[in-house]
């Protein structure tokens, strides 16, 4: 097996919103806010090779929204998908999976591009079976009126119309030991419904991609959760949780969100679960 970050692209979001209840003066120390208040954001992926599997975990944004749309987000920086997997030595008719964590456009956009003529849209991997889990999906495409804005109908039911997306087995409880796509699954509730996080076994190594549930190292505290996670009170047991685990088994977690601090472990302190080391991907993977 062998694992490759994907850089999809950087972005950036207000970060009272990325926060939540703690003040600026707080999170300005860990996350420093430009002078429009926003933060540093990544959407960085990861592409697992297993066998004849190539297993690429979220897309980020994709390029196929409006100018309007993307100004929202002040992209920065010369990432994408293509140049990552190319650097690689992939193209992404290569990809045999897209696994993903959740279905909001940061994480799945990059799923669904313009077709030819521009006149619809196609599946990005064209050779990919898309992977979801059936509560997240009914819940992305029935969205409740907070979520509405994140849940785009053009990144979520083209996969469906091209008859290449399967769901993941409806889990017993939070969380699956092996999947079909060969790694571990955390299911979390507090940001939206049925979240799912991978975690892969590699090198003597636990490695998992923390998607929302732990945005950047400066979410690490308990209470700094993301204003626009949909059950924070959920999201705290699962957030103090897999820290304890990952504290006490030295998990190494892989950041999606944090433009800075690409894998990091963590350690309990009189504090509670803090940060312990800081890697690039260069570095473990």
């Given at each position: 097996?062998?694992?490759?970050?994907?850089?999809?692209?950087?972005?950036?979001?207000?970060?009272?919103a990325?926060?939540?209840?703690?003040?600026?003066?707080?999170w300005?120390?860990?996350?420093?806010?430009?002078?429009?208040?926003?933060?540093d954001?990544a959407?960085?992926?990861?592409?697992?090779?297993?066998?004849?599997?190539?297993?690429?975990?979220?897309?980020?944004?994709?390029?196929?929204?409006?100018?309007?749309?993307?100004?929202?987000?002040?992209?920065?920086?010369?990432?994408?998908?293509?140049?990552?997997?190319?650097?690689?030595?992939?193209?992404?008719?290569?990809?045999?999976?897209?696994?993903?964590?959740?279905?909001?456009f940061?994480?799945c956009?990059?799923?669904?591009?313009?077709?030819?003529?521009?006149?619809?849209?196609?599946?990005?991997?064209?050779?990919?079976?898309?992977?979801?889990?059936e509560?997240?999906?009914?819940?992305?495409?029935?969205?409740?009126?907070?979520?509405?804005?994140?849940?785009?109908?053009?990144?979520?039911?083209?996969?469906?119309?091209?008859?290449?997306?399967q769901?993941?087995?409806?889990?017993?409880?939070?969380?699956?030991?092996?999947?079909?796509?060969?790694?571990?699954?955390?299911?979390?509730?507090?940001?939206?419904?049925?979240?799912?996080?991978?975690?892969?076994?590699?090198?003597?190594?636990v490695?998992?991609?923390m998607?929302?549930?732990?945005?950047?190292?400066?979410?690490?505290?308990?209470?700094?959760?993301?204003?626009?996670?949909t059950?924070?009170?959920?999201?705290?047991?699962?957030?103090?949780?897999?820290?304890?685990?990952?504290?006490?088994?030295?998990?190494?977690?892989?950041?999606?969100?944090?433009?800075?601090?690409?894998?990091?472990?963590?350690?309990?302190?009189?504090?509670?679960?803090?940060?312990?080391?800081?890697?690039?991907?260069?570095?473990?993977?």
């Amino acid at each position: 097996m062998k694992l490759y970050p994907i850089e999809a692209g950087n972005f950036k979001l207000d970060g009272g919103a990325m926060f939540g209840v703690v003040p600026k003066t707080i999170w300005n120390k860990t996350n420093p806010a430009d002078g429009n208040n926003l933060i540093d954001l990544a959407a960085r992926c990861l592409l697992i090779e297993d066998g004849k599997r190539l297993i690429l975990i979220d897309t980020g944004m994709g390029d196929k929204q409006s100018e309007k749309f993307f100004g929202y987000y002040s992209l920065w920086g010369s990432h994408s998908i293509d140049n990552s997997l190319a650097r690689h030595g992939f193209h992404r008719d290569d990809i045999t999976d897209v696994f993903m964590t959740h279905l909001h456009f940061d994480h799945c956009g990059g799923s669904v591009r313009w077709n030819k003529d521009r006149t619809g849209y196609e599946p990005a991997f064209k050779n990919a079976t898309f992977w979801s889990n059936e509560d997240h999906w009914q819940w992305a495409v029935h969205p409740n009126p907070r979520e509405k804005a994140s849940f785009l109908p053009e990144n979520i039911l083209p996969m469906q119309e091209s008859g290449q997306l399967q769901f993941v087995n409806k889990p017993q409880n939070d969380f699956v030991s092996g999947s079909e796509l060969g790694f571990g699954i955390f299911f979390a509730d507090g940001h939206t419904d049925k979240m799912m996080l991978p975690q892969i076994h590699f090198k003597g190594m636990v490695i998992c991609f923390m998607a929302d549930l732990l945005p950047t190292a400066g979410h690490l505290p308990l209470p700094y959760v993301m204003g626009y996670d949909t059950r924070p009170l959920l999201t705290l047991p699962e957030k103090e949780k897999f820290l304890q685990a990952a504290a006490e088994h030295h998990y190494y977690l892989f950041l999606e969100h944090d433009a800075h601090n690409e894998i990091i472990t963590v350690e309990n302190t009189e504090k509670g679960v803090r940060l312990r080391d800081v890697y690039r991907c260069a570095d473990i993977l």
